[in-house]
């Protein structure tokens, strides 16, 4: 093979006969390049040039070569990798335990925030690139964001928030040789500009009062100090949780949520009307109207279907705290369809992958995926100039600094 290293693209043009001759001098050209990068970068380290006589006692000296083999666009390249006699040179184009080029990384990071398998990356990038990228590769590529999560999952926060969401997804993971369920549970949070936030994302196999209490201090650790509202679904332990972090904000249970709980109670050819009247309750104009809504549901099905009445009497003040509110206000918080829509898109990225062998694993696809999700997340949800004047109002005195009243 010719040396290609000096050539102009012209000159190469006309040295190479086919794809794969180009191909073959671009990697040796990559390589050249690479390898004069880190003589560059040890020189910089040590002061002085190969050969300098300022180098002469001057503490440190070049100390030879180590060979190491990465993975690139071109297929495996050799490298010399110099030394100094101290052994504190640590490149930087090509760090010491680094085993690809960053654009490989950065592909392989890619197609696993797109859900691809670990099979599905090592075929695509063996039938594209010509490489092979084991799984443990690409486990060992993927764990180069933990730190990147970890400081997104303890990022400073609002002082306060409107309104947040909370919800849960659930999962397969292995644990000591068994599948379990585990759920990620998630808060979103709408700022004082409208724009949706994923606040955090934690991985537990149960909720509890004391799960959520940690969550909700973890809130106020990164700089919460108020939440207005709190959207949830049959989250256990929430409530208590919350009125105890942050005393004064109103919860409103998702009454969707539980109107698909109670229909499992009914069998299918009643579950229509059954519907029609719960409906009743909760499209209401105000909350006299659907306490007397509420009346007449009992004695129409309370003798069939105790369950479903006790549920909503018991869990009444948070069904029905939304009626308080306006209707731009009582649409956005009566249901927690904004969160839903998120897991939705979540689960279009995992739905390929079905059991996940740790728990960093499901955090590290969950976090990609987020990631992704939310640039699409630029905007003020719809409505929010009407509902944010109403918040203003309802809650003047706790938002004093952010409406500078």
């Known amino acids: 093979m010719q040396n290609f290293s000096n050539l102009t693209i012209k000159e190469l043009a006309e040295n190479c006969q086919t ?12 390589r050249e390049t690479i390898q004069q990068a880190l003589e560059a970068e040890l020189e910089h380290h040590l002061g002085y040039g190969k050969n300098d006589p300022n180098g002469n006692n001057s503490g440190n000296s070049r100390n030879g070569y180590s060979k190491k083999v990465i993975q690139t666009n071109f297929g495996k390249t050799d490298l010399k990798v110099p030394r100094d006699r101290n052994g504190e040179f640590e490149p930087k184009i090509i760090e010491k335990y680094e085993r690809t080029t960053n654009r490989i990384e950065d592909q392989i990071i ?9 099979r599905d990356i090592e075929d695509h990038m063996k039938d594209i690139y010509g490489i092979d990228v084991s799984p443990t590769m690409v486990s060992k590529i993927t764990d180069k964001i933990i730190p990147q999560i970890q400081e997104w999952q303890s990022r400073p926060l609002e002082r306060v928030y409107p309104i947040v969401f909370l919800d849960a997804i659930h999962f ?5 040789n068994r599948v379990v369920n585990k759920a990620a549970y998630t808060v979103l949070g709408i700022n004082m500009e409208g724009k949706k936030d994923i606040l955090g994302i934690w991985v537990g196999e149960s909720e509890s009062a004391s799960f959520w209490l940690g969550v909700c201090n ?24 919350i009125n105890s972090a942050f005393p004064k904000a109103e919860i409103q249970l998702c009454v969707i949520h539980e109107i698909r709980n109670n229909i499992k109670y009914v069998p299918h050819k009643y579950r229509k ?38 549920s909503w009497e018991n869990k ?33 990225v995992t739905k390929n992958k079905t059991t996940y062998p740790t728990d960093e694993a ?31 109002i309802y809650f003047s005195e706790r938002l004093k600094e952010e409406l500078s009243i």
């Open 110 to 118: 890619a197609m696993y925030a797109k859900g691809m398998s670990t």
């Open 19 to 30: 794809v794969d001759e180009v191909q073959e001098a671009i990697k040796i050209i990559f």
């Open 218 to 241: 973890d809130l106020k650790n990164r700089g919460v100090e108020d939440i207005l509202i709190a959207c949830k679904d049959g989250l256990s332990g929430f409530s208590e949780a």
């Open 172 to 176: 397969k993971v292995r644990k000591e």
């Open 273 to 310: 009307t059954v519907m029609k009247d719960l409906k009743k309750i909760y499209q209401a104009l105000t909350i006299e109207e659907a306490e007397l809504k509420f009346e007449e549901f009992k004695t129409a099905w309370g003798e069939k279907y105790p369950l479903i009445i006790k």
């Open 362 to 392: 499901l955090v590290k696809i969950i976090y990609l995926a987020t990631m992704n999700i939310q640039k699409k997340w630029s905007k003020p949800i719809r409505q929010w100039n009407e509902c944010i004047s109403q918040v203003g």
């Open 316 to 348: 009444w003040d948070e069904l029905t705290a939304y009626f308080k509110y306006p209707y731009d206000m009582r649409k956005l918080i009566y249901t927690t369809n904004i969160v839903e829509g998120y897991h939705r898109q979540l689960r279009k």
